[in-house]
């Protein structure tokens, strides 16, 4: 396994060590020398974070007015070691009030060579969590006068939280209501073409908790992914009336979630931190429902005008509705007049980004809106370049939708007291990159292609 530091020095702008800490014995006390010569000397520290000199290997950080300089010889993990610089300030700023510089190294320099004993061990990062440390390296750091005052609060069990490795949640936790808030919130990604094909389709996607929870409990979280059911069934020998199931891409956690059970039983099991989280992110390819069918069309009368005409229905339920709803649809540079015609919403021209916008406040779900526009041009001879028709754009939230499909089939909540729990479960859809081009009618009275014709067909929008 990669190291991610030989040594460690703290310098100031000038080159002064201020301290530094050698956790192997394949580099020398002097390697220091070598970035002051090759690297500070020469003004080379703007160009790259990464230097070789020789058989070593350097990476340093500049925080405020202090240089953070790693020192490797051997096979060095480059991105752990700049993980353990940042999460090493955070730590020192935690005990110092927020300030880290070149007096609060000088003022704390026993306390540091302290927390690097503690924090890194023969060149691999240890535990850097604030929280843990500081329960059994008590000593407070020399405080800047304009930090903030330190927040008193209950010691917990030292012994409990280190050996239990529970950095993120501290015990002596108590609440009068018990509560649990999760957010499913996605962002849907479309791309498609002139064809009415779809180029891109994808959903992006977080899980956001809420924790108001007492002691130290245990949650189990149970989706609709195909893969955590199939499992589920197996271990209970008997098929599970699941409904629709989705397949999750690229799924990353929290720290808090047990890698090891959901790698064994396919199932979300973790200790929340307190408050506000991120669980999870996930992304989805296969499957996605559109909120919305856009079928946009124009004609063009003429060098001087223009007819735009775009259809939008929600294909979400009909006790749904959207909010916030903004259709930006491009228009030339030379527009000069326009005049609107819509059946919900507001429309008007933005000539500072050369777009007719269409609002909708509130859009209702199975409903399809219309908006006609005249558009008229200003002649010029010195616009000789055809106009490139970008594609239109749209702003949305759809409130307890999701485009994937996933759904919260269970929220179990275990401590050891038994209280009980009241847990809330919202789902959001916004639009990431929803774009969508222009189906075009090629001259005044001519019908649509073939194409054309049954992608409208499918969107039930031919009339």
Not at 122 to 136: D, R, V
Not at 198 to 215: A, E, Q
Not at 383 to 407: D, N, Y
């Amino acid at each position: 396994m990669p190291v991610a530091a030989s040594a460690i020095y703290f310098l100031n702008l000038r080159g002064d060590v201020l301290i530094n800490r050698l956790y192997r014995d394949d580099v020398g006390g002097n390697m220091v020398d070598a970035f002051r010569t090759h690297i500070m000397q020469t003004k080379e520290l703007g160009t790259c974070p990464v230097r070789q000199i020789g058989g070593c290997s350097f990476f340093y950080m500049r925080i405020s007015n202090v240089y953070i300089v790693i020192v490797v010889s051997s096979n060095a993990n480059v991105a752990c070691a700049f993980k353990f610089v940042v999460e090493a300030v955070a730590l020192f700023k935690s005990y110092f009030g927020g300030a880290f510089d070149e007096d609060a190294i000088r003022n704390n320099f026993v306390l540091i060579y302290e927390l690097l004993d503690e924090i890194m061990d023969f060149g691999y990062p240890q535990n850097l969590s604030p929280e843990i440390l500081k329960l059994y390296i008590t000593q407070e750091g020399v405080r800047s006068p304009f930090s903030s005052k330190p927040t008193d609060r209950p010691v917990p069990n030292a012994t409990l939280q280190v050996t239990g490795a529970v950095g993120w949640r501290r015990e002596g936790l108590v609440y009068k209501k018990n509560e649990v808030f999760l957010d499913i919130v996605e962002s849907v990604n479309l791309l498609m073409s002139s064809k009415g094909s779809v180029l891109r389709c994808d959903v992006t996607g977080k899980i956001l908790m809420k924790c108001f929870l007492s002691g130290m409990p245990d949650l189990k979280l149970g989706l609709n992914d195909k893969i955590g059911l199939e499992k589920e069934s197996q271990l209970k020998s008997r098929p599970t009336k699941s409904g629709k199931t989705i397949e999750l891409d690229d799924v990353t956690f929290h720290q808090c979630v047990n890698l090891t059970r959901f790698n064994s039983e396919k199932t979300v099991s973790f200790v929340p931190p307190d408050g506000e989280f991120e669980l999870m992110k996930y992304r989805i390819t296969e499957g996605v429902n559109l909120p919305f069918r856009v079928l946009p069309t124009i004609k063009e009368l003429g060098r001087t005008r223009m007819e735009v005409n775009v259809k939008i229905k929600s294909v979400f339920g009909a006790k749904m509705f959207a909010l916030g709803v903004v259709i930006k649809i491009p228009v030339p540079k030379q527009t000069a007049k326009t005049s609107f015609q819509v059946t919900s919403g507001r429309a008007k021209y933005n000539a500072s980004i050369d777009c007719l916008v269409w609002k909708i406040r509130k859009f209702p779900g199975q409903t399809e809106p219309t908006m006609s526009a005249e558009v008229e041009l200003i002649s010029t001879m010195a616009e000789k370049k055809s106009w490139t028709r970008p594609p239109i754009q749209m702003e949305f939230q759809v409130p307890m939708f999701t485009a994937s499909g996933l759904r919260v089939r269970f929220l179990k909540v275990w401590e050891k007291s038994g209280y009980n729990t009241v847990e809330w479960v919202r789902y959001i859809t916004k639009a990431g990159s929803y774009e969508i081009s222009w189906f075009q009618l090629l001259g005044l009275g001519k019908p649509c292609t073939t194409r054309l014709y049954q992608y409208a067909k499918q969107f039930d929008v031919t009339g």
